[in-house]
């Protein structure tokens, strides 16, 4: 399946965005791109932090095409999973979130999420995951977080670190 329209599936992302700047016009670009949006939507669930980078320059509608059906998936992932610390008064607000975070992206990654990937996904799409909201303004070493009572804390990425390590430990041996 090779062609003018049909560029050889096993491209990388690369060849195809080479292969979309070829066009001058959005609208062509985006119909082009229609064909791709799950594949881009795959890409995110394995590499979310990086596909910013590679869409960007594309239409405004196809990203948020490809970030929805993300989303999509991804919600409906999070209501299959049994996720420990879900009404668990003994972990804070953060707490909670932290592991919410790294045991979905464990399951749906297949192994273990680095640090740098849970941190990324915290601060950048929090809205994804299903607890009201407690992110505040994020910055590129810290961010907010608000408590139940409404006091707002602030967390440093060494604090998150060594948080997210100790509620691995307690875990050991789950997702």
Excluded: C
Aim: hydrophobic content about 35%; glycine content about 6%.
């Amino acid at each position: 399946m090779e062609g003018k329209y049909y560029p050889e599936l096993s491209l990388d992302f690369s060849q195809l965005i080479d292969y979309v700047n070829t066009f001058s016009d959005d609208f062509q670009k985006l119909r082009f791109l229609s064909q791709y949006v799950r594949l881009f939507a795959i890409y995110a669930e394995h590499e979310p932090y990086k596909l910013d980078e590679l869409i960007g320059k594309f239409p405004k509608k196809f990203r948020e095409q490809v970030w929805e059906l993300y989303k999509k998936e991804f919600q409906r992932g999070l209501k299959t999973l049994d996720v420990k610390g879900e009404g668990d008064e003994s972990l804070n607000e953060i707490e909670a979130l932290i592991e919410k975070i790294d045991v979905a992206m464990h399951k749906r990654m297949g192994n273990k999420p680095t640090q740098n990937i849970v941190w990324h996904e915290l601060r950048n799409r929090p809205e994804q995951y299903p607890v009201e909201e407690i992110i505040g303004e994020v910055g590129p070493k810290q961010f907010e977080w608000f408590s139940r009572d409404g006091k707002k804390h602030l967390m440093q990425y060494s604090t998150f670190k060594k948080t997210l390590s100790n509620l691995r430990s307690k875990r050991k041996g789950l997702p």
